[in-house]
Nanobody, 115 residues
């Protein structure tokens, strides 16, 4: 089974930037969707950004214009560039890959934005 490992989280002041990485232990089939989600304390996990199965990107309204998803399939890696961070972006960020029959999650990386 493919495993996902996120990294790049940390503590940053409001207005700062972070770049998250998600590395897969094996090649990711092209037909898998690749997503970033986040979960803040006391809240449900929510969608942040994704590549759909056609390679198109989508973003949650709350991060549009600030976050950019990218990937390098030759390195089995997906990224999330986060700019203009806000305290409300504080959460554990998870990467996910999914097909019609399976979904694989990473362990998450903590992002904390101080005001």
């Amino acid at each position: 089974q493919v495993q996902l490992v996120e990294s790049g989280g940390g503590l940053v002041h409001a207005g700062g930037s972070l770049r998250l990485s998600c590395v897969a232990s094996a090649s990711i089939p092209y037909f898998y969707a690749m997503d970033w989600y986040r979960q803040a304390p006391g809240k449900q996990r929510e969608f942040v950004a994704m590549f759909d199965t056609g390679g198109n990107t989508n973003y949650a309204d709350s991060v549009k214009g600030r976050f950019t998803i990218s990937r390098d399939l030759t390195k089995n890696t997906m990224y999330l560039q986060m700019n203009s961070l806000k305290p409300e972006d504080t959460a554990v960020y998870y990467c996910n890959i999914a097909s019609s029959s399976r979904s694989i999650w990473g362990q998450g990386t903590q992002v904390t934005v101080s005001s």
